[in-house]
Each structure stands twice: as structure tokens, then as C-alpha cells.
């Protein structure tokens, strides 16, 4: 008897089967190990698949994904993410990705009432009120996207701030952490100008970015 998700399998074996007669070797070099160079913090969203965004192949990039791309002190599953990712994988690179159209951030921006999640999307509300001169400087019609752009803005901040990141760049490891958003309409990953490789230089890359934020009001 079929599985009822038979289609799902079917469509993994031909991608199997495609890949391999690209390349003969690619699953058998893949099973020996991983070597990326990029840690992806995104939002759980489906229309949001790393590999594909970046056009990177299976074990090119390492990903956490949450609601609403958030890195928060408190969470042990994307502190752990962190510290294998750099400790051991030794990415180069840390790219936390939001995507505008985000139902959590407009959740928290609408002042929405789900459930559970209320709890977790309440750090993007802290970020809507540190952030209330400026949010009342833009369009109704384009606080949902500032919104997402400072979200991600606040946990590039807070990736920074993480013990992990900071001891990497203590004993002199190259990491450079990064806020990026993505369009769903048009498929493009927009750079919100935060590229952080110390910590010293943490806080001109914030206020230059919500800067740029704030000129283009």
C-alpha cells in the first residue's frame, strides 16, 4: 500500500537520481562531511528555502530557522545552533535573514492575538517600541516592511552580544555576521548594510543602518 505522501517520496527519488547523474560521486562525497562556510538564521516561513535563495547546493549552507528569524538569548536550540556552527563547523559567515510580508512581525506590529506565540513574538514588540519615533515617520503602508528590516537589524545586535560570537572574535576566528531581508515578490535578497567582523565595530554598523532606515522614511 502506497503512503498517502507517496507523491513526496517520488519526487525525492528523482531528485536523487538527477543529482547523481550530474555528478556520480555527490552523495558519497556529502555522507563523509559537512564543510559550509555560512550559518543561515531565517524565519520558519516555507516560501523561504536557504539553498535554493542563495543557489548553493546541499552542505554549502548551515540553517536554523524559527518565526521570525529571532536570536534571543534565552533560546538554547539557536545558541546551540550558534556555537556548533562556529566552534565547530567554523563558518565564516553568520547571515540572519528576515523576508518582508513576515506574519509574525505583523503579528506583533498589529498587536495580534494568537496563543502561545504572543510570548515569542513580544521581542518583536520590544523592538516596535524602541523603534516608535521612527515607525511613526513611515507610511502605514510600509511599517510592515521597516518593521522586518529593523527585526532583523536588532538580531544581527543581538547575535553580535551572544558569548559565542564574541569569544570567536576574541581568540582571532574570521566571522563576519550579517542582516539581509527577502522579497517574496521579486525573489531578491536586500543587504541592510550590517556587517559586523568585531565587536568593537558593532555599534557604528547599527546606527548606520537604522540611519539608512531612517533617510529612506
Known amino acids: 500500500m502506497n503512503s498517502p505522501l507517496q507523491h513526496l517520496l517520488d519526487n525525492n527519488r528523482r531528485w536523487s537520481a538527477d543529482l547523481t547523474r550530474e555528478d ?3 552523495f558519497s562525497e556529502l555522507a563523509k562531511q559537512q564543510a559550509p562556510k555560512y550559518l543561515w538564521v531565517g524565519c520558519s ?4 528555502p536557504a539553498n535554493q535563495l542563495l543557489g548553493l547546493a546541499p552542505g554549502e549552507v548551515f540553517v536554523h530557522r524559527n518565526i521570525s528569524n529571532l536570536v534571543l538569548h534565552s533560546d538554547m536550540n539557536c545558541l546551540s545552533v550558534l556555537q556548533f556552527a562556529i566552534e565547530v563547523l567554523k563558518v565564516e559567515h553568520v547571515l540572519i535573514v528576515g523576508h518582508y510580508g513576515c506574519g509574525g512581525v505583523k503579528a506583533a ?4 492575538r494568537l496563543g502561545l506565540i504572543d510570548n515569542w513574538l513580544r521581542y518583536i514588540g520590544d523592538t516596535l517600541e524602541k523603534h516608535q519615533a521612527q515607525m511613526e515617520q513611515v507610511s502605514p503602508s510600509l ?3 521597516r518593521l522586518c528590516e529593523l527585526n532583523v537589524i536588532e538580531q544581527v545586535a543581538n547575535a553580535c552580544h551572544t558569548t559565542v560570537v564574541r569569544e570567536a572574535w576574541d581568540r582571532g576566528q574570521e566571522l563576519t555576521v550579517h542582516g539581509w531581508c527577502y522579497g517574496l515578490e ?8 550590517t556587517d559586523v567582523n568585531r565587536f568593537d565595530a558593532l555599534e557604528a554598523s547599527y546606527q548606520r543602518a537604522v540611519g ?3 533617510s529612506a522614511a
Request: no cysteine; proline share 4%.
Open 109 to 112: 506590529l498589529d498587536g495580534q
Open 45 to 48: 516561513d516555507s516560501r523561504v
Open 212 to 214: 539608512q532606515l531612517v
Open 186 to 193: 521579486d525573489g531578491h535578497i536586500h543587504d541592510l548594510g
Open 24 to 26: 556520480p560521486q555527490f
Open 143 to 145: 511599517r510592515h516592511a
